[in-house]
């Protein structure tokens, strides 16, 4: 038990027996009783807002309510000091002992510190990348990537079973135009003049194998065959060439899915059908006309008939689409289906979307309510990267052939750089990724940082095996003076900034946390550099050098613990 979990029971517990001895009404609402660290440190070493958030429905005052905690806090053992606060918060001070027991818990638990089964039980599905499977990884998919996969680790961390979803939209015009390049480049392995590749195919260069493989397989069959002829082979055979692709792409920067889910799959297996059927059954199709676009109409719009969904029942501003005036699917009517298909497998849909698809996110929320009411259902934004190079802006074109592919930024800076760079912003808020930067040996650089702070402690830990400082058995916690116990202070708070970020599922917050453990341990490290006593080596005195190398350990251990959560390694020299 960690040590903020440990005195939340403690504040439940205080709880209980006030509502048994009449003190308080019974069944107060407790969901946002939190406790957690001052602010400002000089306030104690834990805060609790339960007389703030109880007052009024127990219909006293705060500070009122906080009088009858101060007594019972005092008691738990531990507990050095307790302080009513502004309003009615209440601060608790701890005795150094609690600060040296932590210190053990990360050292006896190591890789499962700050690991909880808080999520067991409840299945998560998070779909991220899913990108058209009509060319390579391009690093306008690697933040989403990113945040999908660390959101992913993060959540199973927790305890949830996670599955690890991309969606493949392997179904109308764009993998027809990719099938239709492919047998362009097919046409050239023949050894055609194919000449400037026409206007609307994929022009890039990455197909060009694709054509090779097709040519070796089929020799001249399909080279002047009608297009009815080849063009679902060759759709197919592009589609998962492409895929094949994507995977190693993203297995250079440690990602792999449990579940390539397909469009076309969806759409045949009768998915859709029974999706429109329970629609139908609770009235929410019907047959009608879209209102007219606002403002001028276009010259080629007409009102006709389409089925549609009554996503207006359910926050959206308009209803949707889900076949055309012909009968066929609209993608979203694929995508409503698709949507009730992971539903039937997990008790919350996570997506992680580009930016650019904010428009679609209120229609794909009113389906899953329509036909899942009792799953949780979230869509990520993940704004797009403004990728720089010596200051200059990096353009990327997919449809004429010039990106800048994922696989050759991971090349250039390392997988490690770019998923923790992908993290140290809000997924929803702008970034620039500048070359230089992010391999740049600074402080303002949060991954050179991070990833020193650990060389740092692989280091002294080398040179204290050299020096014969090691030392065998436990260590002796109490040669830690009240500045290295901050550091632990600090340490202890990562189980808590693990549940918050899941929670909100957010695992940026890990980088964040990450990078301001780092600093403390830097300011720790650097008070060595004009009193050598207070390093962490001190040859004579090998007693203090065995406790300080532990709490170094556990500093290393939570950075370890929080970089594979981010899917980083942690640095062992640099």
Not at 120 to 130: K, L, M, T
Request: glycine content about 8%; charged content about 25%; aromatic content about 8%.
């Amino acid at each position: 038990m960690t040590l903020y979990i440990r005195f939340a029971d403690e504040i439940g517990r205080i709880l209980d027996s006030l509502e048994t001895e009449g003190l308080l009404p019974a069944g107060l609402p407790r969901r946002a009783v939190s406790i957690e660290p001052p602010r400002d440190q000089s306030h104690g070493d834990l805060s609790t807002n339960a007389a703030m958030v109880l007052a009024k429905p127990a219909g006293t005052n705060p500070r009122a309510l906080a009088a009858l905690l101060v007594p019972r806090l005092e008691a738990i053992d531990g507990v050095t000091g307790v302080e009513i606060a502004g309003p009615g918060f209440v601060n608790l001070r701890l005795a150094p002992s609690v600060w040296r027991d932590e210190l053990a818990a990360i050292l006896t638990r190591r890789g499962d510190y700050g690991r909880s089964t808080a999520g067991a039980g409840h299945r998560v599905n998070v779909e991220y990348v899913s990108a058209n499977p009509t060319g390579p990884m391009h690093m306008g998919h690697c933040r989403g990537a990113v945040v999908g996969d660390a959101l992913a680790s993060l959540l199973g961390f927790v305890g949830h079973p996670v599955t690890r979803e991309y969606y493949v939209n392997d179904a109308g015009s764009q993998v027809q135009t990719l099938g239709r390049s492919a047998h362009l480049r097919y046409r050239e392995a023949l050894g055609e003049e194919i000449g400037e590749i026409p206007e609307g195919f994929y022009p890039g260069d990455y197909l060009v194998p694709v054509g090779a493989a097709l040519a070796a397989e089929f020799g001249e069959r399909y080279a002047k065959a009608p297009e009815a002829e080849w063009l679902d082979l060759f759709r197919t055979r592009a589609v998962a060439a492409m895929l094949d692709m994507i995977r190693a792409d993203l297995a250079l920067l440690g990602i792999h899915h449990d579940l390539f889910a397909s469009e076309a799959e969806v759409q045949d297996s009768g998915k859709v059908d029974a999706a429109f059927a329970d629609l139908t059954a609770k009235g929410l199709l019907y047959q009608g006309v879209l209102e007219a676009p606002k403002g001028k109409l276009p010259d080629d719009w007409e009102p006709v008939e389409m089925t549609l969904f009554r996503s207006t029942q359910f926050g959206d501003d308009q209803d949707r689409p889900v076949r055309n005036s012909k009968g066929g699917l609209t993608y979203f009517g694929t995508d409503l289906a698709y949507h009730a298909q992971k539903a039937a497998e997990a008790d919350e849909l996570i997506d992680i979307w580009g930016a650019d698809h904010a428009g679609t996110v209120s229609r794909i929320q009113a389906a899953v309510t329509a036909l899942a009411p009792d799953k949780r259902f979230d869509v990520k934004l993940v704004q797009m990267v403004k990728l720089l190079r010596n200051g200059e802006p990096v353009k990327m074109s997919k449809r004429s052939g010039q990106f800048v592919t994922l696989a050759d930024v991971v090349r250039e800076v390392g997988r490690d750089v770019v998923r923790f760079t992908m993290l140290t912003r809000k997924a929803d808020a702008q970034m620039d990724f500048d070359f230089a930067k992010v391999v740049e040996a600074s402080k303002d650089n949060p991954v050179f940082y991070v990833q020193y702070a650990h060389a740092r402690i692989r280091s002294v830990q080398r040179k204290a095996a050299e020096l014969g400082l090691a030392g065998e058995g436990a260590a002796d916690h109490t040669r830690l003076d009240d500045e290295e116990l901050g550091l632990v202070r600090f340490a202890a708070q990562f189980p808590r900034v693990v549940e918050q970020a899941a929670a909100t599922r957010e695992p940026h917050r890990i980088a964040f946390y990450l990078y301001d453990l780092a600093g403390a341990f830097h300011a720790l490290w650097n008070r060595g550099n004009d009193a050598p006593e207070r390093r962490f080596l001190v040859q004579d005195d090998p007693a203090t050098t065995q406790a300080r190398l532990s709490l170094a350990e556990a500093i290393g251990q939570i950075v370890r613990n929080g970089l594979a959560i981010m899917g980083v390694a942690a640095a062992e020299e640099m």
